[in-house]
Each structure stands twice: as structure tokens, then as C-alpha cells.
Nanobody, 128 residues
Framework: QVQLVESGGGLVQAGGSLSLSCAAS????????TGWFRQAPGKEREFVAAGHWSTGRIYYADSVKGRFTISRDNAKNTVYLQMNSLKPEDTAVYYCALRASYSPDYNLLSRPPSYDYWGQGTQVTVSS
């Protein structure tokens, strides 16, 4: 089993920055990829970013490309999402997720059902 704890959410003005963290514990050796997703009220959970660490492939949603950066600190079993130039439409609950299967295919990594473990979510609110 793998446990995930997210942190770093909060309230920020448009144009500001936040850094989210996702700390993993448990059987993390089985993890191949990490994804960040978000869900706004009344909307479906949507893909934000993913990293497939053994191949080095990184993917971003078009809506965040150039503003958000996913990274990891292997020694700390922690994955980060640096969010810059935030917009009100970025407001959502942000979730990190881990995938225990190998495939680095974007069509899998961008879909919530492809992930095996989920964090509890952290709220990000961007005011205009």
C-alpha cells in the first residue's frame, strides 16, 4: 500500500504562485508515475500534469503548460507541483495520484482511472 499526503494549497491573488507537495509513504518502490489532477465545483476531475520517472517523460495539460512544473525529490519520496502565473480558473481541489503500472503513454497518464493511489486533495483558490 502507498499513502499520499498533499500540502501547500491556499489562497493567492491572480498572477501569484503556489507550490504543492505530495509526500508518499509505504511501498513506493512500486510506483512508476505521478500525476496531478484538479477538480472544481460541479466539474469533472481533470488532468494537470504527470511525470513518468523511469523514462523522464513529463506531460502537461495545455491549460497549464508554461506556468506549472512537476518535479520530484526521490530521496524524500515527494513530488511537487510549482504553479506560477495563477489564474482564477485554476481554482480547484488539487489531487496527486500514483500509478503502479509501467506504461508511460500519455493517454493513460492523463486519465484518473489509470492511477492506483490518491491523496486527500488540497484546496487552491485564486482570487481576481
Amino acid at each position: 500500500q502507498v499513502q499520499l499526503v498533499e500540502s501547500g494549497g491556499g489562497l493567492v491573488q491572480a498572477g501569484g504562485s503556489l507550490s504543492l507537495s505530495c509526500a508518499a509513504s509505504g511501498h513506493t518502490f512500486s510506483v512508476y508515475a505521478t500525476g496531478w489532477f484538479r477538480q472544481a465545483p460541479g466539474k469533472e476531475r481533470e488532468f494537470v500534469a504527470a511525470g513518468h520517472w523511469s523514462t523522464g517523460r513529463i506531460y502537461y495539460a495545455d491549460s497549464v503548460k508554461g506556468r506549472f512544473t512537476i518535479s520530484r525529490d526521490n530521496a524524500k519520496n515527494t513530488v511537487y507541483l510549482q504553479m506560477n502565473s495563477l489564474k482564477p480558473e485554476d481554482t480547484a481541489v488539487y489531487y496527486c495520484a500514483l500509478r503502479a503500472s509501467y506504461s508511460p503513454d500519455y493517454n493513460l497518464l492523463s486519465r484518473p482511472p489509470s492511477y492506483d493511489y490518491w491523496g486527500q486533495g488540497t484546496q487552491v483558490t485564486v482570487s481576481s
